[in-house]
């Protein structure tokens, strides 16, 4: 079994139950930008986190230079998409869910630099798998088709990018690897925490004041949508794992 599939197969699970949950939750945070930009806020430091451990240990470690495509680079279109929600300024503050992901990420990257892996693969892949099928919901239901793409740049790919191209090189790069078994395991053990440290970013969202008023106000408005969500999601669901 190639690497790829390996990494599909052995995080089944956690991806399942993973995805139920952010199905509900991805509904939920469309019903009202203040709620949506809060989760926008927390993938761009998490996607900046894991572009700068990349940067910074890829010249040194063979495996994630194989794994270095500039075109999937996502920091510097989320930071335009996190600008647009907060004209006032970008929030200073890390929440505690952001925090402890971060710390994660380096954490592991520190012991073995081949454990971003975990994290690179997951983030980049679920954007190729799934931005294009969910970005046009978002800029419907939040409103922002008179200011396209601002508010979804980092779902977006630059005229004639093939992401299915992408994502074939990428399984490729992936199981040509040079890897020992227990660096394989490693890279697993940590793509499965990556989906819950996901959720932990998306519950918090839900359990801010801003995301339990859009709860309260919005529930009829949630469901509404969920089952359109969950149609479009199921694809991310099929492809979001390599």
């Not at 929600?85 to 505690?96: D, K, L, R, T, W």
């Not at 932990?200 to 949630?222: D, H, Q, T």
Request: proline share 4%; hydrophobic share 40%; charged share 25%.
């Amino acid at each position: 079994m190639g690497f790829s599939d390996e990494l599909k197969v052995k995080t089944n699970s956690e991806h399942s139950t993973s995805d139920k949950f952010v199905n509900s939750a991805l509904a939920l945070s469309l019903s009202d930008r203040k709620v949506y930009r809060m989760a926008v806020y927390r993938f761009y430091h998490v996607f900046k986190t894991i572009e700068e451990q990349l940067a910074d240990k890829r010249l040194d470690c063979e495996a994630l230079q194989l794994l270095y495509f500039p075109t999937l680079s996502r920091v510097a279109e989320f930071e335009d998409d996190v600008l647009y929600f907060y004209p006032e300024g970008m929030p200073e503050a890390m929440s505690p869910a952001l925090s402890n992901y971060i710390d994660n990420i380096q954490s592991d990257t520190a012991t073995d630099p081949v454990n971003l892996i975990g994290y690179l693969q997951t983030m980049q892949m679920a954007i190729l798998s799934g931005g294009k099928l969910i970005r046009p919901v978002i800029t419907r239901v939040l409103g922002l088709q008179k200011t396209f793409p601002l508010g979804v740049k980092a779902l977006d790919w630059p005229e004639g990018f093939n992401t299915e191209a992408a994502k074939r090189l990428y399984r490729e790069r992936l199981d040509g690897l040079e890897l020992t078994q227990q660096q394989r395991d490693n890279i697993i053990d940590i793509k499965k925490k990556v989906f819950r440290l996901n959720d932990e970013l998306i519950r918090e969202v839900i359990k801010s004041p801003e995301g339990s008023k859009v709860f309260k106000n919005y529930a009829e408005k949630v469901i509404i949508f969920l089952f359109a969500l969950c149609l479009l999601l199921y694809c991310l669901h099929r492809y979001y794992s390599v």
